[in-house]
């Protein structure tokens, strides 16, 4: 027998259970208009991905109880369909039992933090004909990387089978697709085919992780598996979709676009599934590219703000973050503010100017250098006898982020940082000046990355506009243009060399001796590592930023600012 199965590729918002509900809404209407006999939504579809601490709060799970029946009740009309919905659930029985050993004496007590929870689960429930027939709760909790779910939830090892059309089906959450254990249990209690909810954050080569990883489950149980992955943003992380069916063989039967949301259908014969559309592949750069334009329009959209406020310095970062906050809002929702000092190059003025003119933003020039002389007249009598040093380059920065907060505040509209990972690795930045803002939109994206993503959103054909950033832009020598004739170079190694050692240091946790073996110099290896363990108190202050790799700073990097501690270099 031929069952239609509909994968909902949904984008939804943490704590809008209404809001959620509803796209489930639609997306199951969808669904049923297409002969669809199962709709699968991602894991805690219902709440939205991660609500982190909000799960420690009794009342979000009455509110999640609640939404779960109005949607069961709105689902009655689709008569026949099965639809799964991940939520998280707090266990009534567990919790009264749980409450009165510890003296609270009621289910709605405070959840304990820091207590291992023992009645609070990461659930998925199947709602035929406006009932709710049946609910897994996940058994692998991840607690890895941007993951901390042994602090909110508790795990559940049974497996959960339902049978639709002769062919029975068996419920994994996500982390459970990762681990062997899940998996053989569902199939022991007869699964012929796995339907896997997802919440899964995108990082580089993310994509072909999962395909690893679900490719392995398939040869340990032979079973097809229907992998649904929500798509959209939240706070730093951004979840890229790209929903897909494997068949029993592993071969890659169906996939949905990354990045976009939607609803697709995947036809399965006896179990089986038909081969139907996959779409293709994007490169690095696009994906990169179209996860930083997701960030920005979900944080600002989802948030409330009217727009977003750029400080346009004619250099290639700021052109990245001004591109990118274009093709997320648009233009009429974006302005460029140009803050030129005496050390600013006429040839950045224009080439702001440019930039600004070819992606049609509003664009404004607001000279720093009467403040900064107020400035230094203020502070000459206690900096007499003192020569000029980064103080003054710091000066210049904070009036900077001053003034942006100034028309932030003015006019209701986030200020985007323009800061890289490289610069935020070695503290090339400043506190309360190229810091300040409300969203940092590269902070995960290292310079010679964001060099690769000007030249792809240059030649890209999805947009309306290519050729956005000016040429010069480009291959001009990167300065901060604080001081005369300055360059990053003067401070800092190569950015390739500067990207290498940081990749290896930070984010693969090589050892020094590792890294000056792959052939770095010793004092590049011990000066890079350095300027990264002295910054962490600059980078805790920084506003929080779209991650794109598998370890970014913020969630991923949990290293102490007050340490002694210095590694060897053999």
């Not at 940092?440 to 950033?469: E, G, M, P, W």
């Not at 779209?546 to 002694?564: C, E, L, M, Q």
Request: hydrophobic share 45%; charged share 25%; net charge negative.
């Amino acid at each position: 027998m031929k069952t239609r199965i509909a994968l909902a590729q949904i984008n939804v918002t943490v704590g809008d259970f209404a809001g959620n509900v509803a796209k489930i809404v639609a997306a199951a209407r969808a669904a049923h208009n297409d002969g669809a006999k199962l709709l699968i939504a991602p894991e805690l579809a219902l709440s939205g991905y991660p609500p982190e601490d909000l799960l420690l709060r009794p009342a979000f799970y009455t509110a999640s109880a609640a939404a779960l029946a109005d949607l069961a009740a709105q689902l009655k009309p689709f008569a026949g369909l099965h639809v799964i919905v991940g939520h998280p659930l707090r266990d009534v029985t567990h919790a009264v039992a749980h409450s009165v050993a510890h003296g609270h004496g009621n289910a709605n007590a405070p959840i304990e933090r820091g207590v291992p929870p023992v009645d609070t689960f990461n659930a998925a429930s199947l709602i035929v004909d406006g009932e709710v027939v049946g609910t897994y709760r996940k058994q692998d909790l991840p607690n890895t990387e941007v993951f901390d779910e042994k602090r909110y939830f508790a795990s559940d090892p049974k497996p959960f089978v339902f049978e639709l059309d002769g062919v029975k089906y068996g419920v994994v959450i996500c982390e459970d697709a990762w681990h062997a254990s899940a998996a053989q249990m569902a199939k022991a209690a007869g699964a012929q085919v796995l339907l896997i909810p997802n919440g899964s954050p995108y990082h580089l080569n993310k994509e072909a992780v999962r395909f690893d990883i679900l490719r392995a489950r398939i040869r340990e149980t032979g079973l097809p598996m229907v992998y649904v992955n929500m798509v959209g943003a939240q706070d730093e992380l951004v979840f890229d979709g790209g929903s897909f069916v494997l068949d029993e063989k592993g071969d890659l039967v169906a996939k949905m676009a990354q990045f976009e949301e939607g609803n697709t259908i995947v036809e399965f014969d006896s179990g089986k599934p038909v081969p139907t559309a996959i779409a293709p592949e994007r490169s690095l750069e696009a994906q990169v590219y179209a996860a930083l334009v997701m960030g920005v329009r979900d944080y600002i959209n989802k948030n409330g703000f009217p727009g977003a406020l750029i400080g346009l310095s004619g250099g290639v970062d700021s052109a990245l973050v001004l591109a990118v906050a274009c093709d997320a809002l648009g233009a009429d929702r974006v302005r460029a503010v140009m803050m030129p000092s005496r050390y600013t190059a006429d040839i950045s003025t224009t080439d702001a100017a440019e930039m600004a003119r070819r992606v049609g933003v509003r664009y404004d020039e607001i000279a720093i250098a009467p403040m900064f002389d107020a400035f230094r007249g203020s502070l000459a009598e206690e900096f007499a006898g003192r020569a000029e040093d980064a103080t003054e380059e710091n000066i210049q920065a904070r009036i900077r982020g001053t003034l942006l907060m100034a028309l932030s505040n003015k006019f209701g509209s986030i200020v985007l940082t323009t800061g890289n990972k490289s610069e935020m690795a070695v503290g090339y930045c400043t506190l309360y000046g190229d810091m300040a803002g409300g969203f940092a939109v590269i902070k995960d994206i290292a310079k010679t990355l964001v060099y690769k993503l000007c030249h792809y959103r240059n030649q890209a054909t999805t947009f309306s506009k290519q050729d956005v950033i000016p040429e010069r832009i480009l291959t001009r020598a990167p300065s901060a243009e604080l001081r005369d004739n300055q360059t990053d170079q003067d401070s800092l190694p190569p950015y390739e060399v500067l990207d290498a050692i940081m990749r290896m240091y930070m984010e693969e946790d090589r050892s020094l001796a590792e890294i000056i073996a792959a052939g770095y110099a010793i004092d590049d290896v011990k000066r890079v590592t350095r300027l990264i363990k002295i910054n962490e108190y600059k980078r805790r202050q920084a506003p929080i930023g779209i991650r794109v790799t598998h370890r970014a700073f913020g969630r991923d990097w949990r290293y102490p600012i007050t340490s002694r501690y210095t590694e060897p270099v053999e």
